[in-house]
Each structure stands twice: as C-alpha cells, then as structure tokens.
C-alpha cells in the first residue's frame, strides 16, 4: 500500500461503441500492467453488438463503467474526463494498447512531476500486426507550437496532469484531441519524453475514414494557434514534407 501511494495515480480513459471486436486488446493491455496505481473508466455508448459482454469479463480491472448514449466521441472523452480522480490522464480509444506490460512503470519513471509525459507510437492493423512508426516522427522535446507541421505525437500516448486539462471542445467532431493537447501544452510547465515506445494505435479510426473533414479542422485549430500566415507556411512544408514520403515509400501514415 505504501509504494502504491508513492506513485502517481493515472486515470486511463476508454470510450467505446459497438466495437466487440478490438475492445478485448484494450482492455487486457490495461489489466496487465505491472503499475500500481491505476484508475481505469470505460465510457460505452450504450453498444448492442456484445462489447458489454466483453468488458463485463474485465469488470474487477475496471474502476467506474458508465454504459449511456452520448452525443459523439468527444463528448464520451468529456464524461470520461469529468469523473477521473487521478493526477494524470491518458486517453486509450477501443483498439488501442499500451505498448508493453511495463509501460506506465517506465512513463512515469522518466522524470518526476511533470505537467505533460509523452512517448513513441507503433501502427497496427486490425490483425494486430505492427505495420511501424507513424509518418510524424515523435520530436525530441515538445511544447505547445511543436504541431505546427502536423501532430507528431499520439493522442493515446501523451499523458497530461488532470490539473491542467480541461474538457475538449465539442465544436470539432475529428480533430479536438489536437485542440486538447495544445492547450494543454501550453499551461504545462514541465514536459517529459519517455523516449520509448508507450502505445500501440489501431490505424483506420474515425478520422481517417472522414479525412477531409478531419484535415479542414486540423487547418482552422493550427490557424487559431499559430496564426493564418504562419499557418499557410507551414501548411506548404507540410505538403512537400508528404510528396516526399509519398515518393519513398508509395503511402502516407498519420
């Protein structure tokens, strides 16, 4: 009991919707982390296809479990959000993993009390087979205007200080994770790079089936931060930035 209080208590969040599929692999990288101190909240949105019945088989790993309708993704992360009691939180959609058994051990021996931890991704496919690292490389330190070329670090692998994170903003249906992380960024005193991999993303989400639309809102949050000619600047370097990795390996990866 006494190691478990000397460790920081982290909320790992999961929103999930008739996904029975995927939710198994979530659900066990979480129970099988040698981490002491985790509070783990499930947001269903009210699923009919069986990924109740597979949650309820992880229920004792399970801190609180809300099964409702909601009015999208982002508003699942807000309920989710709002009940967290932990010192950070981390975000981890059905279909996502925590890289190793060891992963929360290792982020949160990396530095002590930082306001932001952040780490390396790999892509898998729905067989669960890496495919590799993300197009965005994960930058050596990262601050507020680090995503002004693109988000280069994983929303399931950033973990933020509760104190500092507030809702997400429901205006945007796609990309209000990247609102979040930058405005949390920006109150963050001390950012932390694990320098190792922390999560596994399972590529061909929400987002990626609704590109366009997810692309204009990255353009108007980047717009908002960094400033509309800035904005277009980088928007150029971001454009041959891809020809390029088009030209190397004939697709692109988030």
């Known amino acids: 009991m006494q190691e478990k209080e000397l460790k920081p208590k982290v909320s790992i969040i999961t929103i999930v919707y008739n996904n029975v599929r995927d939710i198994r692999f979530t659900l066990a990288s ?61 975000f981890l959609n059905s279909g996502d993993e925590l890289f190793a058994k060891d992963t929360l051990s290792k982020v949160f021996a990396a530095g002590a009390d930082a306001d932001i931890y952040y780490g390396e991704t790999k ?28 988000m280069n670090i994983c929303h399931q692998a950033i973990y933020v200080k509760r104190s500092i994170a507030e809702p997400y903003d429901m205006q945007y249906k796609l990309s209000a994770d990247i609102d979040w992380v930058i405005r949390a960024a920006k109150k963050a005193q001390k950012i932390v790079n694990v320098k190792a991999y922390v999560a596994k993303y399972l590529v061909g989400g929400m987002s990626q089936q609704r590109h366009k639309q997810s692309l204009q809102e990255r353009y108007e949050i980047f717009k908002k931060y960094y400033g509309f000619i800035p904005n277009l600047v980088n928007h150029g370097i971001i454009a041959l930035r891809l020809l390029k990795h088009r030209i190397k390996h004939g697709k692109t990866r988030d």
């Open 123 to 150: 892509l898998v496919n729905e067989d669960r087979e890496i495919l590799g690292d993300r197009r965005h490389a994960c930058p050596e330190e990262f601050n507020w205007k680090s995503f002004k070329y693109g």
């Open 30 to 90: 979480v129970a099988n982390q040698d981490y002491p101190n985790i509070e783990y909240i499930v947001v269903d949105g009210l699923s009919n296809d069986g990924t109740m019945d597979v949650i309820q088989e992880y229920r004792s790993h399970i801190s609180t479990l809300v099964s409702e309708k909601d009015k999208g993704i982002y508003d699942a992360m807000n309920k989710g959000l709002k009940l967290a009691t932990g010192d950070y939180v981390l």
